[in-house]
């Protein structure tokens, strides 16, 4: 019904969960472009996320609320936050789930309860969250200009960098090694620490970053990286020269 913001594929190419301005969140089986079925929130839904097995579906919305569905459609569960939710994310089996606010906070979730298990302030709004395939490492972009990781376990960071603007994007990699962000430039981190590997800048704003799994016998990961000066981007994570870059004809968002 209007502008669609998130979709999400579950790990087997089975189950596409989207978002939308019009206010719901939808799951389709692969098979058919009718959905399984739609849910309708409070507003617009900013992002959506899903198990690998396509079991639970989590989703953020404007209205301030983070919600767990099951494949059937079931609600879960929901949690008001204080205020709009921008991006979630949920661990490969479905038992953790991570959403970032624009109230400044970060909350990690079981599935079993939608009393988080933890939150963390950061200094501005939580634009983009992820986390590993286990659930156990969890990486967290603010526009406070910092970039955060942080352990299930604990709500207090593991540690945090200052980048040169706002963080829009971060992944992390299946296994937790590696960190993605997308800030005023292309960064790469380890797990075990704050200093990045590299960083490349491509003159503009990085919107978008994610990272492959080890990849056919190699060992590394790939990157992709898409900036507002229209370009997107391929590197190795031990290169921060480009494989190459493709020029679009205007802002990469995604």
């Not at 579950?10 to 009718?34: C, H, M, P, Q, W």
């Not at 204080?82 to 959403?99: L, Y």
């Not at 501005?124 to 352990?151: C, H």
């Not at 937790?176 to 997308?182: D, L, S």
Request: aromatic share 14%.
């Amino acid at each position: 019904g209007d502008n669609v913001w998130s979709v999400a594929i579950s790990a087997d190419g089975e189950y596409i969960a989207a978002g939308s301005r019009d206010n719901k969140v939808y799951l389709f089986d692969k098979d058919s472009s009718t959905p399984l079925w739609s849910y309708t929130t409070g507003g617009t839904v900013h992002s959506v996320a899903i198990s690998a097995d396509g079991e639970y579906i989590a989703a953020g919305s404007d209205e301030d609320q983070v919600y767990l569905f099951s494949k059937n459609g079931t609600l879960l569960w929901s949690y008001t936050a204080g205020d709009g939710i921008f991006s979630v994310a949920i661990s490969s089996n479905g038992e953790t789930i991570v959403a970032g606010s624009l109230d400044n906070s970060v909350y990690l979730f079981s599935k079993e309860s939608s009393t988080p298990l933890w939150s963390y302030t950061t200094g501005n709004r939580v634009w983009s969250v992820a986390i590993s395939e286990d659930g156990e490492t969890i990486a967290v972009g603010s526009w406070d200009n910092k970039v955060y990781l942080f352990d299930k376990d604990s709500g207090t960071p593991l540690w945090s960098h200052t980048t040169g603007n706002w963080v829009l994007s971060v992944d992390i990699s299946a296994d937790g090694e590696m960190i993605a962000v997308g800030s005023d430039k292309v960064y790469l981190f380890d797990r075990n620490s704050s200093t990045p590997r590299w960083s490349y800048s491509t003159g503009d704003t990085v919107r978008a970053v994610a990272l492959s799994e080890d990849f056919f016998g190699q060992q590394g990961y790939h990157l992709a990286a898409g900036s507002w000066n229209g370009k997107v981007y391929l590197f190795h994570n031990n290169n921060s020269s480009p494989i190459w870059n493709h020029t679009t004809g205007d802002s990469i968002y995604s």
